[in-house]
T-cell receptor, first 112, second 113 residues
Framework: GQNIDQPTEMTATEGAIVQINCTYQ??????LFWYQQHAGEAPTFLSY????GLEEKGRFSSFLSRSKGYSYLLLKELQMKDSASYLC?????????????FGQGTELSVKP | DAMVIQNPRYQVTQFGKPVTLSCSQT?????MYWYQQKSSQAPKLLFH???????NEADTPDNFQSRRPNTSFCFLDIRSPGLGDAAMYLC????????????FGDGTRLSIL
């Protein structure tokens, strides 16, 4: 079966660092994406990993270990506007349409 | 400027009354997707087009249909909406290439009376 697991919710303090974990079990693996989704809005693309290791993009970094079926999104210097849902999504078996399997999302609350 | 545009942002329809949601894109992307997303849940893929090739998900109800008359436009038709179809409907596009992400529109929130 196809399964993506993320914590349902997390709370962190403004200015701190938070790590959101994602584990996956899919038929094949062709890349992992992280999206940010504010309430009532569309998901926006944050990062893409297909090889093991860390990808850094400003305050956000994403890590992948394919052998462990594991990824995390690291958010540094948290700001209030980072309060949102963070979706982990995996492209499983190669498919022409690039379909993604989404996790349920981690609701992050940033407190002052 | 918005690149994936969904209209309307909010749609109210009556139980059983057909409704059409629209999506347009200025990105000239090959692939277009329709997702249904209910509160606090993951987006659920309904179907996608790769160019003109239509790909339906196995668990998408027959009540949901789609049309893609050209590269820029894609429509979601709900033939007889039920109360369980109230949700946010998201359109996304993507160009070919393994690393290319999906780009989402702002969504249409559908309410059923």
């Amino acid at each position: 079966g196809q399964n993506i697991d993320q914590p349902t919710e997390m709370t962190a303090t403004e200015g701190a660092i938070v790590q959101i974990n994602c584990t996956y079990q899919t038929s094949g693996f062709n890349g992992l994406f992280w999206y940010q989704q504010h309430a009532g809005e569309a998901p926006t693309f944050l990062s893409y990993n297909v090889l093991d290791g860390l990808e850094e993009k400003g305050r956000f970094s994403s890590f992948l270990s394919r052998s462990k079926g594991y990824s995390y999104l690291l958010l540094k210097e948290l700001q209030m506007k980072d309060s949102a849902s963070y979706l982990c999504a995996v492209r499983g078996n190669y498919n022409q349409g690039g379909k993604l399997i989404f996790g349920q999302g981690t609701e992050l609350s940033v407190k002052p | 400027d918005a690149m994936v545009i969904q209209n309307p942002r909010y749609q109210v329809t009556q139980f059983g009354k057909p409704v059409t949601l629209s999506c347009s894109q200025t990105l000239n992307h090959n692939v277009m997707y329709w997702y249904q997303q209910k509160s606090s849940q993951a987006p659920k893929l309904l179907f996608h087009y790769y160019d003109k090739d239509f790909n339906n998900e196995a668990d998408t109800p027959d009540n949901f249909q789609s049309r893609r008359p050209n590269t820029s436009f894609c429509f979601l038709d709900i033939r007889s909406p039920g109360l369980g179809d109230a949700a946010m409907y998201l359109c996304a596009t993507r160009s070919t290439g393994e690393s290319q992400p999906q780009h989402f529109g702002d969504g249409t929130r559908l309410s059923i009376l």
